[in-house]
């Protein structure tokens, strides 16, 4: 590591950090207004809704996933966006440039993506404890499952954002697959309301047991096994080594 450049590192993160920020009423802002939404208009309905668990209600399971699900979307709709700017405005060429290896960049915008998704997840959680009460919230397993979910998603957004030029890629892969990800991943339902013919699509979805794992830290009722952590972490490893190897790779990146 004595070759790595912490002051790159650290500029390209603090830029990317303030960037986002900037624009704070798009990027947490927005989020936070749909998250609202959502809960709200499952509160209303939620007496038609038939729920599975006597444990709690229907509105704190939902919180969670909700939760999460922003986190996923935020997460590759950051790089993505981001990196797909800079080419289009020509800025991303002066990092290719410059005096830093492209893992250097990888990694600072990967982190910042970390601190910018950590805090929308944290402010998501603290309006909506204000309107509903957790007995008690784990927090170590809540970063954990985030920062995952994060890592996973990010790297997909960077991934995407450093193999196309447009923004219709980007779109696509944002409505055709992250979109449907983190709506049909248990977000709004438990497992057990799906066909048991159906049931083993959940059990090998890695996304799935992001969702379990975030919502256990609220209402503690779901249990991963050691397999399941070990899946999660392979699958989260498995995108960031693809991530890494198409930045060092260089496929395609000016057009």
Same mark, same amino acid.
């Not at 986190?71 to 990196?83: A, K």
């Not at 002066?94 to 492209?102: A, G, H, K, M, V």
């Given at each position: 590591m004595s070759n790595f450049s912490y002051s790159a590192f650290k500029t390209i993160l603090s830029h990317e950090i303030k960037n986002y920020f900037r624009d704070f009423q798009w990027n947490i802002l927005s989020p936070l207004v749909n998250t609202?939404?959502?809960?709200?208009?499952?509160?209303?309905?939620?007496?038609?809704?038939?729920?599975v668990s006597n444990e709690t209600s229907y509105i704190h399971f939902l919180i969670p996933g909700i939760i999460i699900m922003v986190?996923?979307?935020?997460?590759?709709?950051?790089?993505?966006?981001?990196?797909i700017n800079m080419k289009q405005?020509?800025?991303?060429?002066?990092?290719?440039?410059?005096?830093?290896?492209?893992?250097e960049l990888f990694f600072s915008l990967l982190f910042s993506s970390i601190f910018v998704c950590l805090s929308?997840?944290?402010?998501?959680?603290?309006?909506?404890? @204000? !309107? #509903?009460?957790?007995n008690e919230i784990?927090?170590? =397993?809540s970063l954990y499952f985030l920062i995952l979910t994060i890592l996973i998603f990010a790297s997909l957004g960077a991934l995407t954002g450093f193999l196309s030029f447009t923004w219709d890629i980007q779109s696509a892969i944002s409505n055709f697959f992250i979109i449907p990800i983190s709506f049909l991943s248990g977000t709004f339902f438990s497992i057990d309301s799906i066909n048991e013919n159906w049931q083993? @699509? !959940? #059990?090998?979805?890695?996304?799935?047991?992001?969702? =379990?794992?975030?919502?256990?830290a609220f209402i503690e009722n779901i249990n991963l096994s050691y397999y399941n952590h070990l899946y999660i972490i392979s699958v989260t490893t498995i995108f960031i080594g693809i991530s890494i190897f198409i930045f060092k790779k260089g496929y395609k990146v000016i057009n």
């Open positions: 609202l939404l959502f809960i709200f208009i499952m509160s209303a309905i939620e007496s038609y809704y038939s729920f986190v996923m979307q935020s997460s590759f709709n950051h790089l993505s966006e981001v990196i405005i020509g800025s991303f060429n002066d990092y290719l440039t410059s005096p830093i290896s492209r893992i929308i997840a944290f402010i998501n959680i603290v309006v909506l404890l @204000i !309107f #509903y009460n957790f784990n927090i170590f =397993s083993f @699509i !959940f #059990y090998y979805n890695p996304f799935y047991y992001l969702v =379990s794992g975030f919502r256990n």
